[in-house]
């Protein structure tokens, strides 16, 4: 038994590998800038009834967690006994996916001997998807771009080129989203290849053994750590700026028993614009704040999620009624580990963090003359607010939590739609104060190359609401979004950037944490010298560190 305990422990390991080496396959693969370059998916590996057992360590929590619910929807439609070498299937269903039809998850199933074993999904951010594009102004998810149900999408190695010239005919980037799914089937097949070699190398059946080894020992874990946590209910509330009207996220946080119960009575009724959140992108990030502080070390699959219960009335802005817009879910989703940690924080001091900037997404759109054509472009941008300071270290500096996902580089920017960014550094004065300050959020000045009027859908939040301090720690500053020229533009929705005017961007900081007056006078002197805070400020609030 030992010996088998080992052989599993390195398959174990070695399926995280597998998961891995797929996301690399799909950013390397990929076309578009937002899969290639910020590695907006998710990727992982599934036994035959549906129970994540790893992931990739690339990609986003909100991916992650979304579509490890996810690939239990195919089966209604596509029963595992029924798949065939060379299959794949693929949605776009925002309330059995990843919560907006930009995001498409596609699911290969692995076969040894003759057998289905395992199903690879991934799921990836599509460039465009057609109708209003990427924003918040929809007033129904049909509106929104096109609704893939659960389809074949590659039937006994045959692609299905029906639904795929579909698809092409309702993108304004056809190129990057055809790209982009044939990147996701390419590391699907490898996924499924490494598969059976491993399980043949191991002289393994299949994942049965495996599969409950991974998850029982994940729970277990996830159980103990539990434990640790003062057994009772922590309630919280949050408010963010919404679209119309501002949104108050309230929340009920339940510790006992071995598991986390989180229930949002109470929480703003659904909106009339994109920014409802399906409840599985609700629980995604609700999950990953909960294990961010409770459990952070486990690894992240169905034993560890098992652990963790996620409840929102029906209507509410948690959990939309179809056909409620979506789109733009990212706004409101990405508040929701503050509010978890606004819980946890009451149970286990100091091991939190303030509030975070957010990610800002501003998605441009314009045209212009390429090889003698007229062209219609579109690129979603990925600009990071300042990160909420810890209880033992600062935030970090224009790197958002909670998404993971990176910045589209400057220079790729530029090279793949005609705009030059101007401007790009860091926000003085943005992060919260404390004992330990709020990450710095970024200045950001962008133009389109020809001096062309170009669109942009403003998704951002923290202008009306900044990411709060913790503990004595102060507000981190509220974002800006305004022209060049000086006129204010709204937080969300579409408009214009006119001719020959630039868009500018105050990213939020993130909060502060403890009273300021505890932070070391090394810590203030160095944020001087680097120009992130100004002596006014600094004398006022760090008074200790001059005396």
Same mark, same amino acid.
């Given at each position: 038994?030992?010996?088998?305990?080992?052989?599993?422990?390195?398959?174990?390991?070695?399926?995280?590998?597998?998961?891995?080496?797929?996301?690399? %396959?799909?950013?390397?693969?990929a076309f578009s800038a937002a899969v290639r370059e910020s590695s907006d998916i998710a990727t992982g590996i599934f036994d035959i009834d549906g129970r994540m057992l790893a992931q990739g360590v690339s990609g986003t929590p909100g991916h992650v967690n979304s579509m490890a619910n996810a690939v239990a929807h195919f089966f209604p439609h596509f029963p595992v006994d029924s798949m065939k070498p060379g299959d794949a299937f693929v949605t776009n269903d925002p309330w059995q996916g990843s919560g907006h039809l930009h995001d498409i998850t596609v699911v290969t199933p692995a076969f040894h001997k003759d057998r289905v074993v395992g199903l690879f999904a991934a799921t990836i951010h599509l460039a465009d998807v057609g109708g209003r594009g990427f924003g918040p102004d929809g007033r129904e998810?049909?509106?929104?771009?096109?609704?893939?149900? /659960?389809?074949?999408?590659?039937?006994?190695?045959?692609?299905?080129?029906?639904?795929?010239? %579909?698809?092409?005919?309702?993108? &304004?980037?056809?190129?990057?989203?055809?790209?982009?799914?044939?990147?996701?089937?390419?590391?699907?097949?490898?996924?499924?290849?490494?598969?059976?070699?491993?399980?043949?190398?191991?002289?393994?059946?299949?994942?049965?053994?495996?599969?409950?080894?991974?998850?029982?020992?994940?729970?277990?874990?996830? $159980?103990?750590?539990?434990?640790?946590?003062?057994?009772?209910?922590?309630?919280?509330?949050?408010?963010?700026?919404?679209?119309?009207? *501002?949104?108050?996220?309230?929340?009920?946080?339940?510790?006992?028993?071995?598991?986390?119960?989180?229930?949002?009575?109470?929480?703003?009724?659904?909106?009339?614009? #994109?920014?409802?959140?399906?409840?599985?992108?609700?629980?995604?990030?609700?999950?990953?704040?909960?294990?961010?502080?409770?459990?952070?070390?486990?690894?992240?699959?169905?034993?560890?999620?098992?652990?963790?219960? $996620?409840?929102?009335?029906?209507?509410?802005?948690?959990?939309? !009624? /179809?056909?409620?817009?979506?789109?733009?879910?990212?706004?409101?989703?990405?508040? !929701?580990?503050?509010?978890?940690?606004?819980?946890?924080?009451?149970?286990?001091?100091?091991?939190?963090?303030?509030?975070?900037?957010?990610?800002?997404?501003?998605?441009?759109?314009?045209?212009?003359?390429?090889?003698?054509?007229?062209?219609?472009?579109?690129?979603?941008?990925?600009?990071?607010?300042?990160? @909420?300071?810890?209880?033992?270290?600062?935030?970090?500096?224009?790197?958002?939590?909670?998404?993971?996902?990176?910045?589209?580089?400057?220079?790729?920017?530029?090279?793949?739609?005609?705009?030059?960014?101007?401007?790009?550094?860091?926000?003085?004065?943005?992060? #919260?104060? @404390?004992?330990?300050?709020? @990450?710095?959020?970024?200045?950001?000045?962008?133009?389109?190359?020809?001096?062309?009027?170009?669109?942009?859908?403003?998704?951002?939040?923290?202008?009306?609401? *900044?990411?709060?301090? &913790?503990?004595?720690?102060?507000?981190?500053?509220?974002?800006?979004?305004?022209?060049?020229?000086?006129?204010?533009? &709204? #937080?969300?929705?579409?408009?214009?950037?006119?001719?020959?005017?630039?868009?500018?961007?105050?990213?939020? #900081? @993130?909060?502060?944490?403890?009273?300021?007056?505890?932070?070391?006078?090394?810590?203030?002197? &160095?944020?001087?010298?680097?120009? !992130?805070?100004?002596?006014? %400020?600094?004398?006022?609030?760090?008074?200790?560190?001059?005396?």
């Amino acid at each position: 038994m030992h010996r088998r305990m080992i052989d599993w422990q390195i398959i174990w390991n070695r399926l995280i590998s597998i998961c891995e080496e797929q996301a690399q %396959i799909v950013i390397r693969a990929a076309f578009s800038a937002a899969v290639r370059e910020s590695s907006d998916i998710a990727t992982g590996i599934f036994d035959i009834d549906g129970r994540m057992l790893a992931q990739g360590v690339s990609g986003t929590p909100g991916h992650v967690n979304s579509m490890a619910n996810a690939v239990a929807h195919f089966f209604p439609h596509f029963p595992v006994d029924s798949m065939k070498p060379g299959d794949a299937f693929v949605t776009n269903d925002p309330w059995q996916g990843s919560g907006h039809l930009h995001d498409i998850t596609v699911v290969t199933p692995a076969f040894h001997k003759d057998r289905v074993v395992g199903l690879f999904a991934a799921t990836i951010h599509l460039a465009d998807v057609g109708g209003r594009g990427f924003g918040p102004d929809g007033r129904e998810v049909f509106e929104e771009g096109i609704y893939i149900p /659960h389809m074949q999408l590659v039937r006994q190695g045959k692609l299905n080129e029906d639904l795929m010239q %579909i698809i092409r005919a309702n993108t &304004r980037e056809p190129l990057q989203v055809e790209g982009d799914i044939l990147a996701v089937l390419a590391a699907g097949e490898d996924g499924a290849r490494r598969l059976a070699l491993t399980l043949e190398e191991f002289d393994q059946p299949d994942l049965r053994e495996i599969a409950d080894y991974i998850i029982e020992t994940s729970h277990a874990a996830t $159980v103990d750590a539990i434990g640790k946590v003062p057994a009772g209910r922590y309630d919280s509330r949050v408010m963010v700026d919404g679209y119309d009207a *501002p949104v108050e996220i309230v929340l009920a946080v339940t510790v006992g028993e071995g598991q986390i119960v989180v229930d949002y009575e109470g929480t703003s009724a659904q909106s009339s614009y #994109g920014i409802n959140v399906v409840l599985a992108y609700a629980a995604a990030y609700t999950c990953y704040g909960i294990k961010c502080v409770v459990a952070p070390n486990v690894p992240n699959n169905h034993g560890s999620l098992r652990a963790f219960s $996620v409840k929102a009335p029906e209507g509410s802005i948690l959990n939309p !009624l /179809h056909p409620a817009p979506v789109s733009a879910r990212q706004i409101v989703g990405l508040a !929701l580990p503050d509010a978890i940690i606004g819980c946890l924080d009451q149970a286990l001091p100091g091991v939190t963090l303030a509030d975070s900037g957010m990610m800002w997404m501003p998605s441009l759109r314009g045209a212009h003359d390429h090889g003698g054509k007229h062209r219609l472009w579109e690129q979603v941008c990925f600009f990071s607010g300042g990160m @909420g300071a810890r209880g033992e270290k600062d935030g970090l500096d224009a790197t958002v939590f909670p998404t993971g996902l990176k910045t589209i580089p400057i220079e790729a920017l530029e090279l793949i739609v005609p705009v030059v960014v101007w401007r790009k550094e860091l926000l003085a004065d943005s992060g #919260g104060l @404390g004992a330990f300050r709020g @990450g710095h959020g970024q200045v950001l000045e962008i133009g389109e190359l020809n001096g062309r009027p170009m669109i942009v859908q403003a998704m951002f939040d923290r202008i009306e609401n *900044p990411s709060r301090g &913790r503990r004595g720690g102060t507000d981190g500053a509220p974002g800006r979004v305004f022209l060049a020229s000086g006129v204010k533009l &709204r #937080g969300k929705g579409q408009q214009e950037i006119p001719a020959g005017d630039r868009l500018v961007l105050h990213t939020p #900081g @993130g909060g502060g944490y403890g009273d300021s007056s505890r932070r070391s006078k090394e810590a203030v002197m &160095r944020d001087l010298e680097d120009g !992130l805070l100004s002596d006014a %400020i600094a004398r006022q609030y760090y008074a200790h560190a001059f005396s």
